[in-house]
């Protein structure tokens, strides 16, 4: 801030200037934040046994509706995931907080015997920093077509990917060797 002072001073700003002045360091100096995660490898002791993401199933499309429940197709692909995902132990699941999310995962919540964790869609830093915490454990994270790319993202994956809007079925699995996140991606249901 003395800094600033002496700058001011030296180009003799008025105080409304020397503010007007500092707001526009601060815009500047906020727009060349990076966008990418702010953990990396070191910041954790320990990672997941493995961490799937998963974009909800088929939706119901009907106008105004922001919260729109699955399809029959949807429910039918919910189940597959379940089922492709049963024998796995040490389950931790996590969900947006809409009810289409919910629905994909609620019958491996109950294969797996676990309850579902609610996660806003809005706070995918806290998200990572949740699932990141669950040492040797094996995470789910149901999410959206504009949640999931960003997700795997602040995992550390460097690959672009989207999610186009008809996109289903898509079960994203990321590991860790040597404490480096690994991608690998299979197809669930038709």
């Known amino acids: 801030m003395a800094y600033f002072f002496l700058i001011a001073t030296r180009l003799n700003l008025s ?3 020397l503010q007007l002045f500092l707001i526009i360091a601060i815009i500047s100096i906020e727009g060349c934040v990076s966008s990418k995660s702010a953990y990396t490898v ?3 002791q320990c990672y997941p046994q493995a961490v ?3 974009r909800h199933a088929e939706k119901q499309k009907i106008k105004g509706e922001k919260n729109p429940e699955l399809t029959k197709e949807g429910f039918i692909r919910a189940e ?3 089922d492709s ?3 796995i132990q040490n389950g931790i699941i996590f969900s947006s907080e809409f009810k ?3 629905q994909t995962i609620n019958s491996l919540a109950k294969k797996w015997n676990s309850d579902i964790i609610i996660h806003t869609a809005s706070d995918p830093e806290g998200q990572i920093e949740k699932v990141l915490n669950k040492c040797n454990k094996n ?3 149901s999410g959206h077509s504009n949640t999931i790319p960003d997700l795997i993202r602040l995992f550390g994956i460097d690959d672009e990917l989207k999610i186009e809007d008809e996109q289903y079925g898509d079960l994203y699995k990321i590991e860790w060797s040597s404490r480096l996140p690994i991608l690998t991606i299979t197809h669930i249901g038709e």
């Open 80 to 82: 597959a995931l379940a």
């Open 42 to 44: 070191d910041d954790f």
């Open 15 to 17: 105080m409304k200037h």
């Open 100 to 102: 289409r999310t919910q």
């Open 85 to 87: 995902l049963s024998s």
């Open 52 to 54: 799937y993401l998963f």
């Open 139 to 141: 995470v789910i994270i």
